[in-house]
């Protein structure tokens, strides 16, 4: 029923931009904290941003100044902006939706 379906991970190089999609259905979107997490082979699965259904933001440090969460609850949907990447940034990104829905995950790559 609840299904988070995410776009726009890909390869980047370092100093490059990527946005990632996550479109939400199943949900009463609007009163949902959105947010999208990361993680490496390895290591943790790791906050890097959320946003409330008031549209107030949260971000990790190692990516504050450089990616922008947003969200438009009119169309179900939170983006995640991440610019001046660092190699650092690859991961398999997710999107989360409340306490317990998961999108599928989407890689991003970033070489240097």
């Known amino acids: 029923q609840v299904q988070l379906v995410e776009s726009g991970g890909g390869l980047a190089q370092a100093g490059g931009s990527l946005r990632l ?3 939400a259905s ?9 947010g999208w997490y990361r993680q490496d082979p390895g290591k943790q699965r ?7 259904s008031s549209g107030r933001t949260t971000y990790a440090d190692s990516v504050k100044g450089r990616f ?3 969200r438009d609850n009119a169309k179900n949907t939170v983006w995640l ?3 001046s990447l660092e190699v650092e940034d690859t991961a398999v990104y997710y999107c989360k939706a ?10 991003v790559t970033v070489s240097s």
């Open 98 to 107: 409340g306490r317990g829905f998961w999108g599928q995950g989407t890689q």
């Open 81 to 83: 902006q991440m610019n």
């Open 46 to 52: 790791e906050l890097v941003a959320d946003i409330t």
């Open 21 to 23: 999609s996550c479109a």
């Open 68 to 70: 922008t969460i947003s």
């Open 26 to 34: 199943g949900i009463t979107f609007s009163i949902y904290t959105m």
